[in-house]
């Protein structure tokens, strides 16, 4: 289910043009009922030199600690980030946040 960015195309002969990535994404790196459990894989992130930020919310009545990467503002940096997770046997999940 992987997606490989097309970063340029070809319009005509030999006549190409760059195509532009508008979206932001985010990675869900985890998702914790534990506070601290939370912030130790944020801790990890941080160290693969990744931007980590945790966001509690309340789903289904109960309370969650998710752990997201980002913003990253393109699909060759979402993947980037993504490989660099798992190369340290993080699994994560995708998120694409907005157009600008």
């Given at each position: 289910?992987?997606?490989?960015?097309?970063?340029?195309?070809?319009?005509?002969?030999?006549?190409?043009?760059?195509?532009k990535?508008?979206?932001?994404?985010i990675?869900?790196?985890?998702s914790?009922?534990?506070a601290?459990?939370?912030?130790s894989?944020?801790?990890?992130?941080?160290?693969?030199?990744?931007?980590?930020y945790i966001?509690p919310g309340e789903?289904k009545?109960?309370?969650?600690?998710?752990?997201?990467?980002?913003?990253l503002?393109?699909?060759?940096k979402?993947?980037?980030?993504q490989?660099k997770l798992?190369?340290?046997g993080?699994?994560s999940?995708?998120?694409k946040?907005e157009?600008?």
């Open positions: 289910k992987s997606e490989v960015p097309v970063i340029e195309e070809y319009v005509g002969d030999d006549e190409k043009i760059r195509v990535d508008n979206a932001v994404y990675l869900q790196a985890g914790f009922r534990n601290e459990d939370a912030d894989l944020r801790a990890q992130v941080i160290l693969l030199g990744l931007d980590a966001r789903v009545g109960e309370f969650w600690h998710r752990v997201l990467v980002g913003p503002n393109s699909a060759v979402l993947n980037r980030a490989d798992a190369e340290a993080i699994e999940i995708p998120l946040l157009s600008r």
